[in-house]
């Protein structure tokens, strides 16, 4: 869309924004990059904005960092909280990609192995809040026992999806909110498929939300 155009039309209809999104900046209505999703990072900011003014106690995590974009507005939305970052930094495992392959869920076949750590660290405005947890997940889950008040899981994939609301929903503080991006993805069917086998069975609600894609949204 012509940028002029958005601009008339906001300036025209005194087109008021939210308080948090006014944080965003009105920049960010044009510059989200398609594959964070304008729904899913001004639905994030609102939540965040739930979580800080409620004072939601426990820590912040991604499964599922890739090149950390979305990490870091977890990072600068939370300066004052742990933020754990779950990823191989290699991409997807033999593993997990055998049970997409098995249920016809995805070929499993994308590359994300073109990250590293300090790539990551490299783009959060609070480095010293991070907690890298390099490996295969759940493994690399071993001995962590935290809280948590926001979780992105991001992951693709059936197994670490479902790994992810087994371990993060029990420890998921009262007032806080999972994020399960890909929840409408055709692509990667194995992400409903963890979501619904697990909300079903635990009695977990959730919203999904209108973003690239598409993201649910659990809310305790
Ligand atoms: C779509 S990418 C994440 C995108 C990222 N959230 C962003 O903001 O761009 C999926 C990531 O999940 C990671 N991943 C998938 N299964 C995993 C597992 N079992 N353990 C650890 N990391 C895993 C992959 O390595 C990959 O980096």
Not at 146 to 164: H, K, W
Request: net charge negative.
């Amino acid at each position: 869309m012509d940028r002029q155009l958005v601009q008339d039309y906001l300036d025209e209809h005194k087109f008021v924004l939210e308080e948090p999104m006014q944080a965003l900046g009105r920049e960010r209505l044009f510059y989200v990059p398609v594959h964070l999703g304008y729904v899913r990072l001004c639905t994030f900011e609102l939540l965040a904005e739930e979580i800080r003014k409620n004072n939601i106690a426990g820590a912040v995590a991604e499964l599922g960092v890739y090149r950390g974009d979305f990490a870091r507005y977890i990072n600068e939305a939370f300066p004052e909280k742990k933020l754990y970052l779950f990823d191989t930094f290699n991409g997807f495992s033999k593993k997990d990609v055998l049970v997409e392959q098995a249920h016809d869920y995805s070929p499993g076949s994308q590359d994300f192995s073109d990250t590293s750590v300090e790539l990551v660290l490299g783009k959060m405005s609070k480095p010293g809040n991070c907690i890298i947890k390099k490996g295969y997940f759940p493994d690399s889950l071993e001995g962590l026992e935290d809280t948590f008040a926001f979780v992105s899981l991001d992951a693709d994939l059936y197994q670490p999806i479902f790994e992810g609301l087994k371990y993060f929903y029990p420890r998921l503080s009262k007032g806080g909110f999972i994020f399960i991006h890909d929840y409408n993805n055709d692509e990667y069917k194995g992400v409903k498929k963890a979501v619904t086998d697990y909300c079903k069975d635990q009695g977990v609600p959730f919203v999904p939300i209108c973003d690239p894609w598409g993201t649910a949204v659990i809310a305790k």
